[in-house]
């Protein structure tokens, strides 16, 4: 990677995302939003400002699938690549199904930074909700800004499907879609800015939101490939620029026009869209048809989708089309109305905007609803005039390019007038062509809006505290992840009778610890819960810890704002029975539970008398029930219940793996028989002066140091035996 410039990841997780020939329109998941966001990681990789781009994505290996989406890194150019992140299996999901699997995500990409990359990305940016969560975990893990851009919203989606009739529960059912509201309330609630393509976007889908009045929304709409969709005059200045293709194309055109027309030398009115009845065709032949001086001045042309069979299609569609040509009989529009039956999108339809500018006509989108309106820039990048529907987008596009007149959908005469307006006044006709021409180089392509996010991304990163200051100690506590990429070494403590018991050693421990912030990362270890956790730090004067393990190794947190990790608690959840594991022990009489509070999410306590065969009973009706389970009894009387995958060791291991920190570079400190488990193995073990009898049997045990000094002294005493202060 280049030593300078921003390093950058874009998270788009579901659909099948590749750099050659995107399966775009495959389907419901790889579509605009795929095509979207790899133009937007090439342009990015393109600018000046920018070291790298990774566009991450989840790894499949599916036979159903090309074998190119099982491939980690797929480069994009020089700057710019595919990262593939594999989660939930391997096989081809929905994205709705994807939601448990996040955390395995967000894992696994935090292990690629460390680990590949070496450097912590300046910034985190996610596409949808899935890739929301993704960058939000990851910001807050590294203390770095996070963009969001929403594609599309789920209450907006929720509020359609309610409106089809469809109820709530089997709207969750099969698109989990409150668990997806929840997530991106979350989103809205700490990205640094939104980017949204238009106003209407925040008006009619944010604006759902609860906490879309804090959020920060930046419009940068998307680019159009303008090589594609260039003025119409290239080939009247130069008629050897233009390619066979173009002229092919625009021969097939001609002809298929020509069956409709008697007058095929006019100008023409052209209306490109889905038969769907929000398209509102039937608004804009009406406007034609009652207009005499329209019919006489120019020709009207809809291309309405491709069609076989009217007869055999789906219902909208169906419905759709039998009004258009119903409206044409009825209006006697033949030999003025054509209606072609087929076209190809890629090769024809630049061509025709250009057919239709040279003949000096106009561009129509007379739909009830925009949301953007793409249609009406390849239209103007063309040099095509636009008439346009005054809902959504097409108030940006026309706000942007002076190119063109909004009109009133349902007013028919607002249509034609405005058509009218355009076609018999060359002047303004001109005017629009140039503007349009203009303005979409000046608004819609992807180099602008990859300027425009640049920008962007240097003032959210401005409004960043300084990180130099950041580590151990900071009020802020932000960037525990940086910490983590950063030092070489990690101490765990115990708190009762380790870190605490002598305040004099602990005030010398915390002097080393802060001197060596960038040496030294400090976590503590312990059966208390978290609120007990706090209580026994502030008691003592202790500032917060880069990691928490609480309630025996079965909760971890991060930083002074106690970030939870939520791969960890999904890891251990697994067959995890708490209700059928109380159930069964409340049998047992000699068991008496903890107070509620140490009660946690995986945790069931008691207190006993210590006595190898009530314990033997224990164990005995669990395995009757065929429960899985890790039970840990220390200081002769605590009985815990833990998941089997968690103690306090193995949410080491789990940090040592995730964090990729070899366990041989942390130190474990501990004083009794709840540390035993965490200090065994090839972690640098250090047991203090004051240790209880039950750990005497570690003696001897490589890489286990005894010291002889008490409390937190041990602790000092550790440092310097395993060398960690040195280079
Ligand atoms: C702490 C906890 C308690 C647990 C014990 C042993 O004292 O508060 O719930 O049983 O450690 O792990
Ligand atoms: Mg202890």
Redesign the pocket.
Same mark, same amino acid.
């Given at each position: 990677m280049a030593p300078f410039g921003l390093y950058i990841q874009l998270f788009s997780i579901h659909g099948l995302i590749r750099g050659e020939s995107p399966e775009l329109g495959r389907d419901a998941d790889t579509g605009g939003q795929v095509k979207y966001v790899l133009e937007l990681a090439k342009c990015l990789g393109e600018h000046p400002a920018v070291a790298q781009v990774d566009l991450i994505t989840r790894l499949i290996q599916d036979k159903t699938v090309s074998d190119i989406y099982s491939q980690q890194i797929e480069p994009l150019s020089e700057k710019a690549r595919i990262v593939r992140i594999q989660c939930g299996g391997r096989r081809y999901i929905r994205k709705e199904l994807l939601w448990p699997h996040l955390d395995e995500f967000v894992d696994k990409t935090l292990k690629f930074i460390k680990v590949d990359v070496g450097r912590i990305p300046d910034l985190f940016h996610g596409h949808y909700a899935d890739g929301g969560y993704v960058a939000r975990e990851l910001a807050s893990i590294f203390g770095a800004p996070f963009l969001f851009t929403g594609h599309s919203m789920g209450r907006h989606k929720k509020n359609k499907l309610l409106d089809q009739g469809l109820a709530d529960e089997e709207i969750n059912r099969r698109y989990f879609i409150d668990r997806r509201i929840g997530v991106e309330e979350e989103v809205l609630k700490d990205a640094d800015r939104i980017i949204t393509s238009t106003a209407d976007e925040i008006d009619k889908q944010y604006a759902l939101y609860d906490n879309c009045s804090g959020a920060s929304f930046r419009i940068i709409p998307p680019g159009i490939d303008v090589d594609t969709f260039h003025p119409y005059y290239y080939g009247q200045l130069n008629a050897e620029s233009e390619s066979e293709a173009c002229r092919q194309a625009r021969l097939l055109l001609l002809n298929e026009l020509n069956r409709f027309w008697v007058s095929p030398d006019k100008p023409f009115i052209l209306a490109l869209c889905r038969p769907d009845h929000r398209k509102n065709i039937k608004g804009l032949i009406t406007a034609y048809a009652e207009d005499k001086e329209l019919q006489a001045i120019a020709n009207l042309a809809i291309f309405a989708g491709i069609r076989k069979d009217i007869g055999q299609m789906e219902e909208n569609e169906r419905n759709v089309l039998t009004e258009m040509l119903l409206l044409m009989d009825r209006y006697d529009l033949y030999g003025k109305l054509a209606i072609p039956k087929k076209h190809d999108f890629t090769t024809e339809v630049p061509e025709l905007y250009r057919l239709c500018a040279s003949s000096h006509g106009v561009f129509v989108n007379p739909a009830l609803v925009e949301p953007f309106g793409l249609t009406l820039i390849e239209a103007a990048s063309c040099g095509l005039p636009i008439v346009a529907t005054n809902d959504g987008g097409p108030n940006d596009i026309v706000g942007n390019c002076q190119n063109g007149i909004l009109i009133d959908p349902s007013n028919t005469g607002e249509i034609a007038e405005a058509c009218r307006k355009i076609l018999i006044d060359r002047e303004v006709w001109d005017t629009y062509s140039r503007c349009g021409i203009n303005g979409v180089r000046t608004h819609y392509v992807w180099k602008v809006h990859c300027d425009h996010t640049v920008e962007l991304i240097e003032e959210v990163r401005a409004e960043m505290p300084d990180l130099a200051d950041q580590g151990l100690f900071s009020p802020l506590g932000i960037g525990f992840g940086r910490l983590l990429t950063k030092v070489k070494h990690l101490v765990i403590t115990d708190i009762d009778n380790t870190l605490v018991g002598d305040d004099e050693s602990l005030g010398e421990f915390l002097e080393i610890l802060s001197k060596n912030r960038d040496k030294i990362g400090w976590g503590v270890a312990t059966? /208390?819960?978290l609120r /007990?956790v706090m209580e026994a730090l502030a008691e003592n004067r202790v500032p917060p810890p880069d990691i928490l393990i609480s309630s025996?190794g079965t909760e971890i947190y991060y930083g002074s704002e106690l970030l939870p990790d939520n791969g960890w608690s999904r890891h251990i959840s697994y067959k995890w029975k708490p209700e059928q594991i109380m159930e069964t022990l409340d049998k047992l009489d000699f068991l008496y539970d903890?107070k509620e509070e140490?009660q946690r999410d995986f945790k069931v #306590?008691y207190i006993m008398e210590d006595d190898p065969e009530l314990l033997a009973r224990v164990h005995q009706v669990l395995q009757d029930r065929k429960l899985s389970y890790h039970l840990?009894f #220390?200081?002769s009387q605590?009985l815990?219940i833990l998941p089997f995958r968690a103690s306090k060791g193995k949410a080491v291991r789990y940090l040592s793996y995730k964090w990729e920190f070899p366990l041989k570079s942390i130190m474990v400190c501990g004083d009794s028989g709840?540390d035993e488990e965490m200090l065994r193995g090839v972690t640098c073990g250090v047991v203090v002066g004051n240790y209880s009898k039950e750990l005497e049997q570690l003696r001897g045990l490589r890489r286990m140091y005894f010291s002889k000094k008490e409390y937190a002294a041990g602790i000092i005493d550790g440092i310097k035996h395993y060398r960690f202060l040195e280079e």
């Amino acid at each position: 990677m280049a030593p300078f410039g921003l390093y950058i990841q874009l998270f788009s997780i579901h659909g099948l995302i590749r750099g050659e020939s995107p399966e775009l329109g495959r389907d419901a998941d790889t579509g605009g939003q795929v095509k979207y966001v790899l133009e937007l990681a090439k342009c990015l990789g393109e600018h000046p400002a920018v070291a790298q781009v990774d566009l991450i994505t989840r790894l499949i290996q599916d036979k159903t699938v090309s074998d190119i989406y099982s491939q980690q890194i797929e480069p994009l150019s020089e700057k710019a690549r595919i990262v593939r992140i594999q989660c939930g299996g391997r096989r081809y999901i929905r994205k709705e199904l994807l939601w448990p699997h996040l955390d395995e995500f967000v894992d696994k990409t935090l292990k690629f930074i460390k680990v590949d990359v070496g450097r912590i990305p300046d910034l985190f940016h996610g596409h949808y909700a899935d890739g929301g969560y993704v960058a939000r975990e990851l910001a807050s893990i590294f203390g770095a800004p996070f963009l969001f851009t929403g594609h599309s919203m789920g209450r907006h989606k929720k509020n359609k499907l309610l409106d089809q009739g469809l109820a709530d529960e089997e709207i969750n059912r099969r698109y989990f879609i409150d668990r997806r509201i929840g997530v991106e309330e979350e989103v809205l609630k700490d990205a640094d800015r939104i980017i949204t393509s238009t106003a209407d976007e925040i008006d009619k889908q944010y604006a759902l939101y609860d906490n879309c009045s804090g959020a920060s929304f930046r419009i940068i709409p998307p680019g159009i490939d303008v090589d594609t969709f260039h003025p119409y005059y290239y080939g009247q200045l130069n008629a050897e620029s233009e390619s066979e293709a173009c002229r092919q194309a625009r021969l097939l055109l001609l002809n298929e026009l020509n069956r409709f027309w008697v007058s095929p030398d006019k100008p023409f009115i052209l209306a490109l869209c889905r038969p769907d009845h929000r398209k509102n065709i039937k608004g804009l032949i009406t406007a034609y048809a009652e207009d005499k001086e329209l019919q006489a001045i120019a020709n009207l042309a809809i291309f309405a989708g491709i069609r076989k069979d009217i007869g055999q299609m789906e219902e909208n569609e169906r419905n759709v089309l039998t009004e258009m040509l119903l409206l044409m009989d009825r209006y006697d529009l033949y030999g003025k109305l054509a209606i072609p039956k087929k076209h190809d999108f890629t090769t024809e339809v630049p061509e025709l905007y250009r057919l239709c500018a040279s003949s000096h006509g106009v561009f129509v989108n007379p739909a009830l609803v925009e949301p953007f309106g793409l249609t009406l820039i390849e239209a103007a990048s063309c040099g095509l005039p636009i008439v346009a529907t005054n809902d959504g987008g097409p108030n940006d596009i026309v706000g942007n390019c002076q190119n063109g007149i909004l009109i009133d959908p349902s007013n028919t005469g607002e249509i034609a007038e405005a058509c009218r307006k355009i076609l018999i006044d060359r002047e303004v006709w001109d005017t629009y062509s140039r503007c349009g021409i203009n303005g979409v180089r000046t608004h819609y392509v992807w180099k602008v809006h990859c300027d425009h996010t640049v920008e962007l991304i240097e003032e959210v990163r401005a409004e960043m505290p300084d990180l130099a200051d950041q580590g151990l100690f900071s009020p802020l506590g932000i960037g525990f992840g940086r910490l983590l990429t950063k030092v070489k070494h990690l101490v765990i403590t115990d708190i009762d009778n380790t870190l605490v018991g002598d305040d004099e050693s602990l005030g010398e421990f915390l002097e080393i610890l802060s001197k060596n912030r960038d040496k030294i990362g400090w976590g503590v270890a312990t059966g /208390r819960c978290l609120r /007990r956790v706090m209580e026994a730090l502030a008691e003592n004067r202790v500032p917060p810890p880069d990691i928490l393990i609480s309630s025996v190794g079965t909760e971890i947190y991060y930083g002074s704002e106690l970030l939870p990790d939520n791969g960890w608690s999904r890891h251990i959840s697994y067959k995890w029975k708490p209700e059928q594991i109380m159930e069964t022990l409340d049998k047992l009489d000699f068991l008496y539970d903890q107070k509620e509070e140490e009660q946690r999410d995986f945790k069931v #306590s008691y207190i006993m008398e210590d006595d190898p065969e009530l314990l033997a009973r224990v164990h005995q009706v669990l395995q009757d029930r065929k429960l899985s389970y890790h039970l840990q009894f #220390s200081n002769s009387q605590f009985l815990d219940i833990l998941p089997f995958r968690a103690s306090k060791g193995k949410a080491v291991r789990y940090l040592s793996y995730k964090w990729e920190f070899p366990l041989k570079s942390i130190m474990v400190c501990g004083d009794s028989g709840n540390d035993e488990e965490m200090l065994r193995g090839v972690t640098c073990g250090v047991v203090v002066g004051n240790y209880s009898k039950e750990l005497e049997q570690l003696r001897g045990l490589r890489r286990m140091y005894f010291s002889k000094k008490e409390y937190a002294a041990g602790i000092i005493d550790g440092i310097k035996h395993y060398r960690f202060l040195e280079e």
